[in-house]
């Protein structure tokens, strides 16, 4: 009965692979793990590799728990590891997946190191290092992403064939100095974009270039150039056309933009886009808590504090439970603002306490040393802070020109 089944798994493999279906890929990949099929059948990885693909960018099927999914994942990976089967890249997959619950999670950490363990050539190391080193910069280890990124460009100076990677080098070399050095960021930035020119056909390479015109918005945004921001997240959007995470994003960074600054109508429409995006791929890292602090800011314009409490709540709820350091402080500070404001001090204390401990511990001290260095990115959350809803609106500054009829939102459930 079981070698019956296992004979007939390779052609409903071939059909859910056919079919391209996360749910069933699921399905399909959960069977073949139950019933033990052979690692070593070509069919066996491509169908891990697809699964993780379509988890990643259409999203998790409704019913199927992210735990199951991961579990199952973890496990045919492992099995064809131990099989001696390449499974570098595949490693990569799971920590992507990993990076939509917790970006900076123990599991996404343990992923990308598998695949840095377990890679078997230069390109493939480069690859798995490459992550780490934006493992590093999501979690504030900005010493040790500069020490990863020095270990990348020594790898791609002995290695042929590197010079695609040489865009997402330039990028995450950008990342680390995004809060610390704005001038040689932009200038690592623009370089990344003229690297990824001519391999503008691979997606990868693509998505490079993309998170670099992001980056060169929110530097565009800091310097009040509102209009110029929106031009860079709007090509960001074009390049990135696959990724519905990197899309919500890229919608996010505009409707906070508008909020501040533009027609409250054409800010609704982007955050929109944006819950429509994350929905879909099921965005529960640090996306949505960014989300629902834009969307407590915009309550806050709109002159409905009660929502925005419970909005600024949740987003630091969020931001507590996916290590995303950054977002605690900034949270913490604009609540501890609006209790103030609505005279509760000792609310506003308790949360002003939380925001220095979360500094003190994630952001000045890395490794058991102190890193003064970074008190510049507590000054870039400043500016952000200020959150107390004006009197009298003062006329928008700048009109969104993606083109999209902004007074008709996107209808979805
Ligand atoms: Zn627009």
Redesign the pocket.
Known sequence: MRARALELLPRAIEHDLANGDAGNLFDSLANAVGQCMDPRHPLFAELVRRALEARITQGIGRGQSDEAFAGVAETAVGTLMSAGVRVADLWLLVAAYHAHYDNGGERRRRSIRKAVESSQDALERLRAELILAKFHIDTSEYRAAHSVLDGCENLMRRSRDTDRYRADLHCSRAMSYFYADSGRAEELFRQAIQEAEPYRDDPDVAQSAAQAHHYLGRLAYSRGEFGEAIEQYLEAQELSTGRLTGRGFHHLR?AEILIEYGEQD?AY??LNECAYFFRRVYQVSNGEAQLDHASARWELKAGRPDKAFELLESALGKAAGTSFSRGVIQYSFELARLHLSHRRPFRAFRLLWRAAVTLLVTELIENGRPAFGKIRTILTLVPHIGVVPRRSRPRPQVA?????D?VRPRVWT
């Not at 969104?400 to 999209?404: D, K, S, V």
């Open positions: 505009i054409e429409y982007h969104c020109t993606c083109g999209a902004h």
